[in-house]
C-alpha cells in the first residue's frame, strides 16, 4: 500500500482539461519536492513535471503541476489521445528514506 | 540528454539470483546515480534503491532486507542490480533510472532518464 495516496482512474475527451491529484505526508510532499512520471504503454516512463512544477525541456506546456501543503497536482489541458497512460507522482520520504510513489493514475482518453 | 538500455527478460526459479544490467550513454555516468525500481503486475511504481556512479555508495530500501546488491562498472558506464533468494512476489518488470545527485556527498535528487525496463519472471 503506497503512502502516497493517488486517484486510480481518470478520463476525458481530447481537448478537454484533466487533472490528476496525489496527497502526501509531512515526511513527503511536507518536506520535498513533487516529480510527476508518464509512463506510456511500451515506453520507458518519462519525466513529466520536476521540482513540482518546472517542465524538463521537451515537455509541452499543456501540462503543469502544483503543490500545496501535502497535496500536489498535475494539470493536462487540451488532452490528446496519446496521452491515455499511466501518470505517477513521487516524492523523497524522510521516514523511510526512499523515494515514495503514489499508486499511480491510468488516463483514459475517450 | 543521455540513455539507459536493460539488459532483456530473465525467466528463473524461485530460491535462485538474478542480475540485470543497465548500460548508460550519452552523459557523464560518474557524475550522477543509477537508481532501481520495480512494478509487480497490476502494481504501482516501487522504489528498490540507488548507488552512486561517483564512488560506488550505494542506499537500499529497507523492504528488501539484504537481498538486493547494486554495483557499477565504470569502465562501460554499466550499472548493475543482483536480488537474491527470488519468489514470485519478484516477478516485476525492473527499470534503472539515472539520478540527478550530488554524488560528492552522496544526496539523492531525483530520477530524470529511464531504462526500458526487464522482466523478470520467477516461476517453478
Known amino acids: 500500500q503506497s503512502v502516497v495516496t493517488q486517484s486510480p482512474s481518470a478520463s476525458g475527451t481530447p481537448g478537454q482539461k484533466v487533472t490528476i491529484s496525489c496527497s502526501g505526508s509531512?515526511?513527503?510532499?511536507?518536506?520535498?519536492?513533487v516529480y510527476w512520471y508518464q509512463h506510456l504503454p511500451g515506453t520507458a516512463p518519462k519525466l513529466l513535471i520536476s521540482?513540482?512544477?518546472q517542465r524538463p525541456s521537451g515537455v509541452p506546456d499543456r501540462f503543469s503541476g502544483s503543490k500545496s501543503g501535502t497535496s500536489a497536482s498535475l494539470t493536462i489541458n487540451g488532452l490528446r489521445s496519446g496521452d491515455e497512460g499511466d501518470y505517477h507522482c513521487?516524492?523523497?520520504?524522510?521516514?523511510?528514506?526512499?523515494?515514495?510513489f503514489g499508486g499511480g493514475t491510468k488516463l483514459t482518453v475517450l | 540528454q543521455g540513455q539507459l538500455v536493460q539488459s532483456g527478460v530473465e525467466v528463473t526459479k524461485p530460491g535462485a539470483s538474478v542480475k540485470v544490467s543497465c548500460k548508460a550513454s550519452?552523459?557523464?555516468?560518474?557524475?550522477?546515480?543509477i537508481a532501481w525500481v520495480r512494478q509487480a503486475p497490476g502494481q504501482g511504481l516501487e522504489w528498490m534503491g540507488w548507488i552512486s556512479g561517483y564512488d560506488g555508495k550505494t542506499d537500499y530500501s529497507q523492504k528488501y532486507q539484504g537481498r538486493l546488491t547494486m554495483t557499477t562498472d565504470t569502465s562501460t558506464s554499466t550499472a548493475y542490480l543482483e536480488v537474491r533468494s527470488l519468489t514470485g512476489d519478484d516477478t516485476a518488470v525492473y527499470y534503472c533510472?539515472?539520478?540527478?545527485?550530488?554524488?560528492?556527498?552522496?544526496?539523492?535528487?531525483?530520477?530524470?532518464?529511464w531504462g526500458q525496463g526487464t522482466t523478470v519472471i520467477v516461476s517453478s
Open positions: 521540482k513540482n512544477t
Open positions: 533510472a539515472r539520478v540527478m545527485a550530488t554524488v560528492t556527498l552522496f544526496r539523492y535528487e531525483y530520477m530524470d532518464v
Open positions: 513521487a516524492a523523497w520520504d524522510d521516514s523511510v528514506s526512499a523515494v515514495v
Open positions: 550519452d552523459y557523464s555516468f560518474v557524475t550522477h546515480g
Open positions: 509531512s515526511s513527503n510532499f511536507g518536506r520535498h519536492y
